[in-house]
């Protein structure tokens, strides 16, 4: 069976490992062009490149998908099962290509958390579960019809990283699943759900959603810094005397802490610190200050213990 793979990140590259150590025979991988990245603009290979060229694939990196030399050149390979994980959206020449179809793997149960951000978002909702789904792709996002599933917890303590380990975990044996059950017909695809009860979004993640402003409540201040941890990070800045500095938290609870204060405002107490947010106070207990390191509160007090009194915003 003549395979096709597209993706771009970690998260895609550790599923394509896999699938070459069950011994699928990947015939493409299609993933992005390589860019400038970092301070020193050094061009950066995505880690689907990566592990195809460790492994000797057939690689192509498009600029356009639509390309009408990329697009001869893909269906002319005669594909049989096109995998797709964390890539982009794919036209119909392409997606149509695949003999028994072309299917992505998504981090949701969808039809819940559609979109660019559901590992993020389904904390951010404080959901108890999440999981993968392998869908059809068709003309829109994350719309197609459902092959398999596989659900797990979310735990108090997970955060986006953490979740993004287990669900790639999960996604491991249902990509093999998935494309054995196209190649032998057993898998009957389903329709997905479209009543409003059920269906959801996860938008990307951007400057404004990503900022933890004081109009929240000291739970979903915490959701938030646990579903941006380790990236991008949950940011603000902190008011000391006349000077703003840009700041991330990433590690915090809430806090039962018997002292009234205005929002926003810093406290320290006991060689701790908190946030007073819209109804309640926030301990921090890792967070990191514009062009320095990660530090833990109970480090970055002992350089800076004038840092009571100063202002969250």
Same mark, same amino acid.
């Given at each position: 069976?003549?395979?096709?793979?597209?993706?771009?990140?970690?998260?895609?590259?550790?599923?394509?490992?896999?699938?070459?150590?069950?011994?699928?025979?990947?015939?493409?991988?299609?993933?992005?062009?390589?860019?400038?990245?970092?301070?020193?603009?050094?061009?950066? *290979?995505?880690?689907? #490149?990566?592990?195809?060229?460790? =492994?000797?694939?057939?690689?192509?990196?498009?600029?356009?998908?639509?390309?009408?030399?990329?697009?001869?050149?893909?269906? =002319?390979?005669?594909?049989?099962?096109?995998?797709?994980?964390?890539?982009?959206?794919?036209?119909?020449?392409?997606?149509?290509a695949?003999?028994?179809?072309?299917?992505?793997?998504?981090?949701?149960?969808?039809?819940?958390?559609?979109?660019?951000?559901?590992?993020?978002w389904?904390?951010?909702?404080?959901?108890? *579960?999440?999981?993968?789904?392998?869908f059809? +792709?068709?003309? *829109?996002?994350?719309?197609?019809? +459902?092959?398999?599933?596989?659900? @797990?917890?979310i735990?108090?303590?997970?955060?986006?990283?953490?979740?993004?380990d287990?669900?790639?975990?999960?996604?491991?044996?249902?990509?093999?699943?998935? +494309?054995?059950?196209?190649?032998?017909?057993?898998? #009957?695809?389903? =329709?997905?759900?479209?009543?409003?009860?059920?269906?959801?979004?996860?938008?990307?993640?951007?400057?404004?959603?990503?900022?933890?402003?004081?109009?929240?409540?000291?739970?979903?201040?915490?959701?938030? +810094?646990?579903?941006?941890?380790?990236?991008?990070?949950?940011?603000?800045?902190?008011?000391?005397?006349?000077?703003?500095?840009?700041?991330?938290?990433?590690?915090?609870?809430?806090?039962?802490l018997?002292?009234?204060?205005?929002?926003?405002?810093? @406290?320290?107490?006991?060689?701790?610190?908190?946030?007073?947010?819209?109804?309640?106070?926030?301990?921090?207990?890792?967070?990191?200050?514009?062009?320095?390191?990660?530090?833990?509160?109970?480090?970055?007090? =002992?350089?800076?213990?004038?840092?009571h009194?100063?202002?969250?915003?």
């Amino acid at each position: 069976m003549k395979i096709a793979f597209f993706g771009t990140p970690y998260f895609a590259a550790a599923q394509l490992e896999h699938l070459i150590k069950e011994g699928f025979q990947i015939s493409v991988v299609v993933t992005a062009p390589d860019k400038p990245a970092g301070r020193g603009r050094k061009i950066n *290979q995505s880690a689907v #490149k990566e592990v195809a060229l460790k =492994n000797g694939l057939n690689l192509l990196q498009p600029t356009n998908l639509k390309e009408v030399d990329f697009v001869d050149q893909y269906q =002319n390979l005669e594909i049989d099962v096109a995998v797709v994980v964390a890539f982009r959206m794919l036209p119909e020449s392409i997606w149509k290509a695949a003999k028994l179809g072309t299917f992505n793997l998504h981090a949701s149960i969808l039809p819940s958390y559609r979109g660019a951000a559901p590992i993020q978002w389904a904390i951010i909702n404080n959901e108890s *579960q999440s999981g993968v789904t392998t869908f059809l +792709i068709d003309d *829109q996002i994350d719309t197609g019809n +459902i092959l398999l599933q596989a659900k @797990c917890d979310i735990d108090k303590e997970d955060t986006g990283g953490s979740l993004h380990d287990k669900l790639l975990a999960l996604g491991k044996p249902l990509i093999v699943e998935t +494309i054995r059950g196209l190649i032998d017909g057993k898998i #009957k695809p389903t =329709n997905q759900d479209e009543s409003s009860a059920v269906v959801s979004y996860a938008p990307k993640l951007n400057k404004e959603n990503t900022h933890l402003h004081l109009e929240l409540k000291a739970l979903d201040a915490e959701l938030l +810094i646990r579903s941006l941890n380790p990236f991008p990070g949950a940011y603000g800045h902190i008011q000391i005397d006349q000077k703003l500095v840009g700041a991330k938290i990433w590690k915090a609870k809430v806090a039962d802490l018997k002292h009234d204060d205005h929002l926003g405002v810093i @406290c320290v107490i006991n060689r701790s610190l908190f946030i007073r947010f819209k109804d309640s106070w926030l301990e921090v207990v890792e967070w990191q200050l514009e062009g320095k390191k990660r530090m833990l509160i109970r480090d970055f007090l =002992n350089g800076n213990p004038t840092i009571h009194g100063a202002k969250w915003q």
